[in-house]
């Protein structure tokens, strides 16, 4: 079973930068789709972004493409998330997830593992 830790957030203001990771401890995650969600308050979860398990091309939520990027790491077990351009609309605790799948869609339900979560705060 693996755990994974985010790390990385913060308060930044309107149009600042934050790099958010999300280190797996039991095992890597070479064979699996990780993703990004977030949830702002009296909001429901959602999709950011994702990359499959061979790391190449990221999919993104339409409200963040163009601005933030995942990546992996080359060991295989850290998740990286830049985020530029930052709005005051993208505060939310960040979630990084462990799919079942190589190559995931955006759905919550098809990630098994979570973390406990990041806040990220922008202000304007």
């Known amino acids: 079973q693996v755990q994974l830790v985010e790390s990385g957030g913060g308060l930044v203001q309107a149009g600042g930068s934050l790099r958010l990771s999300c280190t797996a401890s039991?095992?890597?995650?070479?064979?699996?789709?990780m993703a990004w969600f977030r949830q702002a308050p009296g909001k429901e979860r959602e999709f950011v972004a994702l990359?499959?398990?061979?790391?190449?091309?990221?999919v993104y939520a339409d409200s963040v493409k163009g601005r933030f990027t995942i990546s992996r790491g080359n060991a295989e077990t850290t998740v990286y998330l830049q985020m530029n351009s930052l709005k005051p609309e993208d505060t939310a605790v960040y979630y990084c997830?462990?799919?079942?799948?190589?190559?995931?869609?955006?759905?919550?339900?098809?990630?098994?593992?979570w973390g406990q979560g990041t806040q990220v705060t922008v202000s304007s």
């Open positions: 039991g095992r890597t995650f070479s064979n699996y789709g």
């Open positions: 990359t499959s398990w061979t790391g190449g091309g990221g």
């Open positions: 997830a462990e799919s079942r799948y190589g190559y995931p869609g955006q759905g919550p339900g098809e990630y098994d593992y």
